[in-house]
């Protein structure tokens, strides 16, 4: 039973991250109606340009390359590049196609997925980069002394992080003015215009925390695997997610990505020996699908139901 529980929480931890990577695409769809394929690019590049600022600091300032002045200054620089990168991407990008068909903005999105990619490594290179937030990967020792439990220390660092930003977010999206606003923009565009709601203040305000999300989950992703190129593709694993939860609800993005982490780490011990391992590629997809024929709208989805 505690080798069960082991695999358990280690799940859901991975499910928190999984979660924080939904809720980029869940501010911009909720926002603007945009699928923002480019999220995990933006990942991709916010991870790239914080460890490309950690190289460069130094040299510039003098400072050691191990202090954390310059972890917290590559941070600043980094977020900084990510907020104007979310910025210029809604006035350059998707504002010229506002009302136009939801096939074009995401096409839009495609294509600024390859422009983001190719920007961050003529910048800084394409080579494989660690990344280190001073959290060691091995078990905490009281949990495992009590409970007999592996359970990571930098797995519930990060887990933690992740789940107090997701969190924080989804407060501030539902009691302040600008989550008010948010609110308002995402039912109805012309009714949030006609009441004096600034759409393009609105959408430039959510692509600019969609790029601190980015970041935030660039260097969690980065510090487990790696700053590659293959960070690009943690946006496939919020697809699972957005399905169960529903693309416009954030805590459906939060009880979406527990689902998933949870049933993925259980089918990969129980179920993947007898299908000769990999089933962890597979399986949320699966999940997903089955779901898309139960409740397509998602579990915080709004159901739309179409009268003849």
Known sequence: MGFFF?????GLLSGVLYALVALGF?????ASGVFNFAQGAMVF????TFVGFQEVLPGWTGLDADSNVVFWLAFV??????????????KVVLRPLVNQPHITLFMATIGLTFLIEGIAQALWGANVR????GIADEPVGWIMESADILVSKFDLFAATLAGALVASLALFFQYTKVGRALRAVADDHQAALSIGIPLQHIWAIVWAVAGFVALVAGLIWGARSGVQF????????????LILGGFTSVPGAIVGGLIIGASEKLAEVYIGPFVGGGIEGWFPYVLALGFLLIRPEGLFGERHIDRV
């Open 6 to 10: 082991e695999v358990l929480i280690g």
């Open 130 to 133: 660690g990344l280190s937030l």
């Open 77 to 90: 620089l980094a977020l900084a590049a990510m907020v104007v990168l979310g910025i210029l991407t809604e």
């Open 45 to 48: 590049f916010a991870a790239l």
């Open 230 to 241: 293959a960070l690009t593709f943690t946006a496939l694993k919020a697809l699972p997610v």
């Open 26 to 30: 869940v501010l911009i769809y909720k």
